[in-house]
């Protein structure tokens, strides 16, 4: 490896987890951060906050009839959930999943389009004004509703491996899941600017079609969501977001990408969904 003259040298950790790819880069004295810890990690974040895993408390809150005692990481991630459904006027709600099961994007998955009926059957158990917080409690007033934090969990899991790579004392590094991506510091040995590249927005998954900016960051978070793609790379994370809480449908409107860059990875995952399901007018305001 090559040595700058901190002593600083590169290492990666990349694998698969939460449906999509994962990759981060740090920069130390030595390899101080294993492929393990990090599963570790993955595997707490899962067991709290993923729909795909029967035993996540996200799933005991769901089966429950009024709800469950959270840990910290269910505890944050649907604090800022409901903060950012108020902020949007609804149009990022965790409160939405009889909505994204009814039309198969949940974790059982199909094809069958729902009628009229089911989504408004499904309506009725949705929506984050029949949930509540109470000390660690989260409540619900209806026992069918049911959260999926999917728009926002793997932009929380960017930042607790990045809080962790901090305890471990490390300066300079990019942690990439899904698209979502945090920096800080340089790249090393030769101390440049990290440079992030966007995609260019295409309709076919398959298609390469280059990157149409990029952006140098000196730190902080970037994210990109897409309409553009219904099954894109990033694994099912950008899935369920692309239904409208309030119709019960798909959104569509004119937006086809989104790129937010902000401090911290949970708000640009989070508001990337809002602008996207906001039209162009309602986003730039």
Not at 115 to 144: N, Q, T, V, W, Y
Not at 148 to 155: E, F, K, L, S, T
Not at 172 to 185: A, C, Q
Request: aromatic share 8%.
């Amino acid at each position: 490896a090559l040595q700058s003259e901190s002593g600083l040298q590169a290492y990666h950790i990349e694998g698969f987890a939460q449906g999509t790819s994962y990759q981060i880069s740090y920069y130390d004295n030595e390899a101080t951060i294993s492929s393990k810890s990090i599963d570790l990690k993955f595997s707490e974040l899962d067991s709290s906050l993923s729909i795909y895993k029967p035993y996540s408390l996200i799933n005991q809150f769901n089966q429950s009839e009024t709800g469950i005692e959270m840990d910290e990481h269910l505890h944050k991630v649907v604090q800022r959930s409901l903060k950012i459904w108020k902020e949007s006027n609804g149009v990022f709600d965790i409160g939405i999943l009889p909505i994204v099961e009814a039309w198969g994007f949940g974790a059982k998955r199909h094809s069958n389009q729902p009628s009229d009926e089911m989504i408004e059957s499904a309506l009725k158990c949705s929506g984050s004004d029949k949930l509540r917080i109470e000390g660690r409690r989260l409540i619900k007033s209806i026992p069918c509703l049911k959260i999926d934090v999917n728009g926002i969990a793997q932009g929380y899991s960017v930042d607790v491996i990045a809080s962790y790579l901090e305890s471990r004392g490390i300066e300079n590094y990019l942690i990439e899941i899904g698209g979502e991506i945090r920096v800080k510091g340089r790249k090393q040995p030769g101390n440049q600017i990290m440079k992030i590249g966007i995609e260019q927005p295409s309709e076919n998954k398959d298609d390469d079609a280059g990157i149409q900016k990029i952006i140098e960051m000196k730190g902080g978070a970037i994210t990109t969501s897409g309409n553009y793609r219904k099954f894109i790379q990033n694994g099912a994370k950008k899935l369920s977001h692309l239904m409208d809480p309030k119709s019960g449908r798909p959104i569509s409107n004119e937006m086809i990408s989104v790129t937010v860059k902000t401090k911290d990875a949970m708000s640009a995952d989070g508001y990337d969904n809002v602008l996207i399901g906001m039209g162009i007018e309602k986003a730039f305001a």
